[in-house]
């Protein structure tokens, strides 16, 4: 059963489920300190945040990166829902007093720069195992790690079952027996999920004309 949550805001719910960033920097260490917790989208986030987040990434943002940010058609309806569902583990790092560094400067290429994401908190919680729910399911959220209601807790889990990771981009189905409408290919066991047409495809076959960023 997944117990605990997290709140983010719209842009690093995004950010955290197309795989662009897997840590998250906090001032609160989360009890439990490791585990599987659902993430939860900002109820704020709006499309003037999304617009000024996109312009933000097409700048600092690698090209293969920035070509994985959805359009907004496709996450407006993330705010104050539950969208993904993770692992997490808890460390703690360097304090600095609190004070944001989000970029970290390459020593040997000054005018070089990558996203660190600490925001000066001293606790850092790693993400893995990370997956996007098909259909985000309404909740309110909370600051740190918080506690599902038992009746959120099962639709959380019954909605993971049904959407687990395999490998980046690649997401399992439920449905056996299917068959993946780009290369037709069709197996009789558990299934994946195609991203591009979002049909079944068998899960010891990787739709060879997947295409990543189509998502």
Same mark, same amino acid.
């Given at each position: ?8 805001? @719209? ?23 490791? @585990? ?6 900002? /109820? =704020?986030?709006? /499309? ?10 097409? $700048? ?9 940010i959805p359009a907004w058609r496709d996450v407006k309806d993330?705010?104050? /829902? ?6 997490y583990k808890a460390r703690t790092g360097q304090a600095r007093l609190y004070q944001s560094e989000l970029f970290a400067t390459?020593?040997? &290429?000054? =005018?070089? !720069? ?13 993400? =893995? ?6 259909? +985000?399911? +309404?909740?309110? @959220?909370?600051?740190?790690?918080? !506690?599902?209601? +038992? ?48 049909? &079944? $495809? ?14």
């Amino acid at each position: 059963m997944i117990t605990s949550a997290f709140t983010c805001t @719209g842009p690093y719910a995004i950010l955290i489920l197309v795989g662009i960033k897997r840590t998250e920097n906090r001032s609160v260490w989360p009890l439990p300190s490791e @585990g599987r917790a659902a993430i939860s989208c900002s /109820k =704020s986030f709006c /499309k003037e945040e999304y617009g000024q987040f996109v312009a933000w990434a097409s $700048v600092h943002l690698p090209p293969e990166d920035f070509e994985k940010i959805p359009a907004w058609r496709d996450v407006k309806d993330w705010p104050g /829902k539950i969208v993904g569902v993770c692992d997490y583990k808890a460390r703690t790092g360097q304090a600095r007093l609190y004070q944001s560094e989000l970029f970290a400067t390459d020593e040997c &290429d000054p =005018s070089h !720069q990558t996203i660190q994401w600490d925001e000066g908190y001293p606790y850092w919680w790693d993400l =893995s195992n990370v997956v996007r729910l098909r259909r +985000p399911i +309404p909740c309110r @959220g909370n600051v740190g790690m918080w !506690q599902l209601p +038992p009746d959120l807790a099962i639709m959380v889990a019954r909605a993971w079952q049904n959407t687990q990771p395999v490998k980046d981009g690649i997401r399992i189905a439920s449905r056996n027996g299917a068959h993946c409408g780009n290369c037709r290919k069709r197996m009789n066991v558990g299934t994946w999920r195609c991203p591009i047409y979002g049909v &079944d $495809v068998d899960n010891v076959h990787i739709c060879e004309k997947y295409t990543p960023g189509l998502m």
